[in-house]
């Protein structure tokens, strides 16, 4: 391994490491624009320049495009180098517009604070600048071209690492731009990162456009709730109010990115429709009141029928903290049924994914990218995963080979991606055994594993995309405290009253039901017909554990405390004239608090840490680390 | 309207390429030729013929310069105006064709005959000023050079509008 000396500093490197990123593993951090990690360089900005002062080469050299070797003494802060970086951010200043204190970026702008570290502060370029037309590029992203600093970093992630074609770079010279073709919708379906990725305000996320500076934004590690994949995310939030997702990194899960769906989906957390109080027989009441009228209608429940007509029902949905408190609320009460599933398919379906992974057949997304054959059998990662496709992608870059198995696995979710593919009619036709890593991403089902088992007989790893943000944690519970499907346990005719916690409950499922409680954060038919209704926290109000499809344990912080969004309350009643503590709407609690006081008005013990005896290992789980494999 | 025998054919040339961006210059090329410039419509056939997205096109074609997205005239006159021509004096040079073609830099001149476009470099660096019209390239330009060059290139196009 080359040895060289960076700013007095002496390390050993690997041969291939470029010295911006030498120079970073010993705490220097060099300016650029256009190197990213995950994008690799580009040599397009200038602004990495290094002065080599010994060894093999010297002279200015752009640091991300010089690997190390042996015997360079590198200086970051020679009077050349300093003064190169101070002329090539005055020259990308030439065109940028001076319209930080409008710019959504402002503040979170790489240009600008590297315009600010090299001092540039005065105007000495006469001439004009040059500009653009914008272009409307959907809903979602803002196209501001004049700001444009020709770093590259959106196209070589949009075309090369996520291969879409809709998104370029035209012209040349002083008339470069990034755009589409003619206006419209971007096609990708990781358009979003290209805000998170621009290093200035090309590109800015258009729903949260002129809410908030960064320094204003509640913000906290979290995850992605839209599907199994659970990749990091960074919620910003002001005035109670959820204004966007960035993805944040995690080498073993997304990466740096994100897709779409997590990014920009409806998440329901500012729904004017959600349901913030808790309701008693449809009417707002107070926690109090309907906890105790909960524990009553329990108890009488008990007498008429017995502690076995009860079920408790968990969902994917519901955090590890309340799925497990919901087991032991199923087995303080001797309940009938515990379910954590729905249908009896889903739940099947579900046991044979903890079945069939263990340590040796689970892979993360990064591992995805590794893999030299991949079948998508049977599945539409667009729907079930839309990240796992890029890392797909990634693998085919590599070199992969990628199979379409089966008639439910469309084309069209590669060609997002633009991967070749080869379709074959089962899994069974693919020589997975001549392959050095060989991987198998396929639709759960409960019925019909033999392929798949001889595909890890053939060495094949698997993944599962799963149908919720802890599907996984819910098909473990399952098997640990015997659950069965909420259909199955309904069918036996015995159960007639329901505690379900942030479980979709079907509304034919309810006929025979004579006491409902219902606790969730999204409006539902059930809620409408239960007796007793409690309000929950979205995943950005509280603190909690998701188990991601290759049992992954990953924790997530609160980012923001419910309630109201000041944006759409009525001016005309403003200031509110009622007298309290917690904000308006900031009623929802978290599903494993809601349990555990249920519990104790109950007579169980009061709960204080919601993770215990098996799960009590999560407890101090990092919510910035990689998460913790429990397979 | 680009005729199906011109797209069949310019397939065909796709199809014997080793990779069909290795083909992309070729086909617009071709298209240019049989449109005067490459019209949207020309870009959204090459993107066809090229198993390309328009935007993927449209990128070759904007960094091309002898890709014209805008109608031209007959014949586009290509100044140089990089460095070692500007040291031998193409400004003046420039400044003539703008006041002969009565166009601005850009421009098309009144009867359609002639497009004025300052290029960067045109390799022939040895011979400033220089200029390119057509596939034809001129050298060691002087003021009177260009206007013999101009009428020469008037007739031509007088006469091979006569034969039509």
């Known amino acids: ?631 | 309207m680009i005729p199906e025998s011109l797209k069949n054919e310019l397939k065909a040339r796709v199809a014997a390429a080793l990779t069909n961006r290795e083909a992309a210059v070729d086909v617009m090329k071709e298209l240019q030729s049989h449109c005067g410039w490459l019209s949207d419509e020309a870009v959204v056939a090459a993107a066809e013929i090229l198993g390309l997205s328009t935007l993927q096109v449209e990128e070759l074609a904007t960094f091309y310069e002898l890709i014209y997205r805008r109608p031209v005239g007959k014949r586009v006159i290509h100044v140089c105006d990089s460095i070692s021509c500007w040291s031998c004096g193409c400004d003046a040079i420039l400044a003539y064709l703008r006041q002969n073609l009565g166009v601005e830099p850009g421009g098309t001149s009144a009867d359609g005959c002639f497009t004025l476009v300052p290029c960067a470099c045109l390799g022939n660096c040895g011979e400033g000023p220089t200029m390119m019209i057509g596939d034809t390239l001129y050298g060691r330009l002087t003021e009177e050079r260009v206007a013999e060059i101009l009428e020469a290139e008037r007739k031509a196009l007088a006469s091979s509008n006569s034969s039509n």
Request: charged residues 20%.
């Open chain 1, 1 to 631: 391994m080359p040895k060289l000396v960076i700013d007095t500093i002496e390390l050993e490197v690997p041969a291939g490491t470029l010295i911006l990123e030498a120079a970073r593993s010993v705490g220097i951090m060099i300016p650029h624009f256009c190197y990213h990690p995950a994008l690799g360089n580009a040599g397009a900005c200038r602004v990495c320049a290094v002065k080599l002062i010994d060894g093999p080469v010297k002279g200015i050299q752009m640091s991300c495009m010089t690997p190390v070797q042996e015997g360079m003494v590198v200086s970051t802060t020679d009077a050349d180098a300093v003064a190169m970086r101070r002329h090539v951010i005055e020259w990308l200043m030439i065109n940028h517009p001076h319209d930080c204190p409008v710019c959504d970026e402002g503040g979170e702008c790489l240009l600008q604070d590297y315009t600010i570290a090299a001092g540039h502060g005065t105007r000495r370029y006469q001439g004009k600048k040059r500009t653009h037309s914008n272009q409307y590029l959907g809903e979602h992203v803002q196209h501001e071209m004049n700001r444009c600093i020709q770093c590259y970093r959106c196209v070589r992630f949009y075309q090369d690492f996520a291969g879409g074609t809709d998104l370029g770079v035209m012209g040349r010279a002083s008339t470069i731009y990034y755009g589409r073709f003619c206006e419209g919708s971007l096609e990708s379906p990781f358009s979003g990162n290209l805000p998170d990725l621009c290093p200035t305000g090309v590109y800015t996320d258009k729903a949260a456009r002129f809410r908030a500076r960064y320094w204003d934004y509640d913000m906290a590690p979290s995850l992605c709730p839209h599907c199994s994949l659970g990749c990091a995310t960074i919620p910003a939030a002001r005035y109670r109010e959820l204004l966007k997702i960035m993805a944040r990194r995690n080498d073993a899960v997304n990466g740096w990115f994100l897709c779409d769906r997590g990014r920009f989906a409806d998440h329901g957390v500012n729904s004017p429709e959600r349901p913030r109080t808790p309701l008693l027989d449809g009417r707002e009441t107070t926690w109090d009141e309907a906890l105790a009228v909960l524990a009553t209608r329990i108890g009488e429940l008990f007498v008429s029928h017995g502690p076995g007509s009860l079920a408790v029902v968990g969902s994917p949905r519901l955090t590890l903290e309340g799925n497990y408190q919901a087991a032991l609320l199923a087995e303080f009460l001797q309940a009938g049924a515990l379910c954590y599933f729905v249908e009896r398919d889903e739940a099947a379906a579900a046991s044979a994914v903890v079945s069939l992974l263990t340590g040796d057949t689970a892979v993360s997304l990064a591992e995805v990218e590794q893999a030299d054959c991949i079948a998508l059998v049977e599945c539409d990662l667009r729907e079930q995963g839309p990240m796992l496709l890029l890392a797909v992608r990634q693998a085919w870059r590599k070199g992969a080979k990628i199979f379409l198995v089966g008639e439910g696995s469309p084309r069209e979710q590669t060609d997002s991606v633009s991967l070749e593919t080869l379709r074959v009619p089962t899994l069974a036709d693919i020589p997975l055994a001549d392959y050095s890593t060989p991987l198998v991403i396929a639709t759960p089902s409960g019925s019909g594993t033999a392929d798949i088992e001889t595909a890890v007989t053939a060495g094949a790893k698997l993944v599962f995309p799963l149908s919720g943000p802890n599907t996984f944690a819910a098909a473990l519970l399952t098997r640990e405290h015997r659950a069965t499907s909420l259909a199955e346990a309904l069918a036996s005719g015995t159960i007639k009253g329901l505690l379900a916690f942030e479980a979709d409950l079907p509304e034919e499922l309810l006929s025979g039901i004579s006491l409902l409680a219902v606790a969730d954060r999204f409006p539902s038919a059930a809620m409408i017909k239960s007796d007793v209704f409690l309000p929950t926290t979205a995943w950005v109000e509280m603190d909690g554990t998701f188990i991601n499809h290759e049992g992954r344990a990953q924790r997530f912080r609160k980012v923001m405390n419910p309630g109201l969004p000041i944006k759409g309350l009525d001016p005309a009643l403003h200031p509110p004239r009622v007298h309290r503590l917690d904000a308006p709407g900031g009623e929802p609690r978290p599903a494993w608090r809601i349990i555990a006081d249920l519990a104790e008005r109950l007579g169980a013990e009061q709960l204080v840490e919601p993770l215990s005896g098996r799960w009590e290992f999560l407890r101090d789980l990092d919510p910035e680390g990689e998460g913790e494999r429990i397979l």
